[in-house]
């Protein structure tokens, strides 16, 4: 029988963990501020959760690095793996996120842009470090296509068949 475990997703927007409600909404403004990310990570933790994730939801679409400092604070106040995603874009970005105490880096719409960056990744810091996150949306009756740019914009890929893609180039998990 598989272990249940609880993994905790946070959505950042500004600095803030937001209530997941769609990530187009960030852009108008409507999502809802629900506190700040070290407090939230330091009570899952608290309440044994078995990882936490974050997700900056805006980062990619406007060009940002993602919060290095925020997951440097977690990491320093907490004792669970984390997996990081939003924003980055290389190998260096992959690096420092790992220096401020990530476990595991997260990417999507650098994945798709140069998929060679999942196996540049994994053959640096090994495939267990590679997550990559698929946004998928229904485009029809039987089909799910890969969306990027914080679910904005529309790939054209075929979700299952990039799904295979990444795993193939190196990527250790997919979410």
């Given at each position: 029988m598989l272990a249940v475990r609880v993994i905790p997703c946070l959505d950042v927007h500004a600095g803030n963990v937001t209530r997941g409600i769609q990530f187009g909404k960030a852009e108008s403004g409507e999502l809802k501020n629900v506190g700040d990310p070290v407090e939230m990570a330091i009570r899952y933790d608290a309440q044994g959760a078995d990882e936490m994730v974050f997700y900056d939801i805006t980062a990619s679409a406007h060009g940002r690095?993602?919060?290095?400092?925020?997951?440097?604070?977690?990491?320093?106040?907490?004792?669970?793996?984390?997996t990081v995603g939003g924003g980055v874009?290389?190998?260096?970005?992959?690096?420092?996120?790992?220096?401020?105490?990530?476990?595991?880096?997260?990417?999507?719409?650098?994945?798709?842009?140069?998929?060679?960056?999942?196996?540049?990744?994994?053959?640096?810091?090994?495939?267990?470090?590679?997550v990559v996150s698929i946004d998928a949306k229904r485009t029809g009756p039987e089909s799910w296509e890969v969306f990027v740019q914080g679910g904005r914009k529309n790939t054209g890929l075929n979700a299952i068949e990039w799904a295979h893609r990444a795993v193939e180039l190196g990527a250790g998990e997919i979410v």
């Open positions: 690095a993602t919060m290095v400092d925020v997951i440097r604070r977690v990491a320093e106040r907490c004792f669970m793996p984390l874009r290389t190998v260096e970005d992959m690096r420092e996120l790992l220096k401020a105490g990530a476990d595991k880096t997260s990417i999507n719409s650098s994945a798709v842009s140069n998929p060679d960056l999942i196996r540049q990744g994994a053959e640096k810091f090994g495939s267990q470090c590679i």
